[in-house]
């Protein structure tokens, strides 16, 4: 069936199920970049003159309501979708039959149960559902991606994908050796457990998308993946034009009182001990520079908001503001000057390419993709100091290092590519 489509959107995301985070190298523990988070996809693709029905499946134990609608909404707003798209979601369900709903952004989601013969914390590590395969034979989907390689019921896509050729079928992974298999018995479960499904239902559909390098890498070694069954495929974020993002600049430094000559720094996030904002902030000290603002949006957790709230008392050139909502978040991030990230990985690193940020992160292999004439890249505290010299004194240089942040984005993380490529049958896919 030839497939001719008008217009794409493609928006995807990961939610931190519990509310909880996994602080270390990999891991990806900002909730603040909601769009960017797990839990919903919306799709919207003109095929003809109907909307094609893009189905996301995944997994996502003890979802919080408020939150997922947040973030449903935050998704549909994105792009512009407005309620016509037709989205559906299979969530986990702990207890209960099937249930459905339908969001004030229009999304249509039907949460499926768990199998009741598997005790719960089993279930949650089996991932399998009561009713997927006939819940797929109902809505008859065009495009299907199911979220993540872990799950006993990809052996569902991969009969139901077996049996409906013409279905574009996506798996994507974000499994990495930091937030998976990070014990003996955890590490044997992936290998001998998830890893024969994984191969099954990847060998049916012909690639993962694999959220990072380290997510690559971990596929291949425990899943037994080969090279040619696994594209890189990040998490993406919203780029903007340059009449919007100077606008959305301008806007943001004259309501934060922002000079136009002021560098602006910006750490944000769920900031604890691994973030490095202590370093962060000590380096600031350090350095006898009045024209440079670091604004920090996120939280402050115990171990060291205590001292940290004493640092940025102490220094006037630091502006605490809270957390913010992710659209005030990607504002913030236009306004700013740097984006800081010298600790564990955050989903606002992505958001603030888009947002043509210059950026510094820590040298570890997810961010080496994003990381190329557009920031520094830090192997250890000690080298933030000196990164944040170079910034205030030599200002001049940020207006090309955002440029090169715009192109970064376009070329890895725009939403519509993204969606362009998940619309693109793999050349291991059965063809219709």
Known sequence: MARRHRELTLLRGQLDGAGQTVLGPGTLDDATAVEQQ??????????GNRVARGVLVSGVADLDP???????????ALGGIGVGVDVLAALELPGGGVSAEVGGEGARVTRLPYRKWIP??????????????????????????????AAWDLRVLARYAAD????????????????SATSTASAAFHKWFYGPIARRVV????RALCVSLETIHFVQQTYGLRDDQVEFYPLGGRTYSDDEYERVRNETRREYGLPDDQVVLVQSGKMSGPKRLIETLNALASIDESNVQLILAGSLLGDIAEAASALIDNDRRVRFVGWTEPEELRRLLCAADVYLQPGTQSATMQMSLCARCPVLLDDVPSHHPFLEGNGWSINSPTDIGPALREIVDSPEMLPAMSARSAEIAADLLDYRMLGERALRRSKDQPAT
């Open 38 to 47: 797990r839990g919903t996809l919306a799709l919207e693709l003109g095929l």
């Open 66 to 76: 408020h939150h997922e609608h947040r973030v449903r909404r935050e998704l549909v």
């Open 120 to 149: 719960a914390p089993l279930a949650r590590k089996v991932r399998s559902y009561v009713g997927l395969r006939a819940l797929l034979n109902r809505e008859k989907p065009d495009v299907i991606m199911f979220h993540g390689l």
């Open 164 to 179: 409906n050729p013409q279905v574009i079928v996506n798996v994507d992974s974000h499994e990495d050796a930091w937030n």
């Open 203 to 206: 060998s049916q559909t012909g």
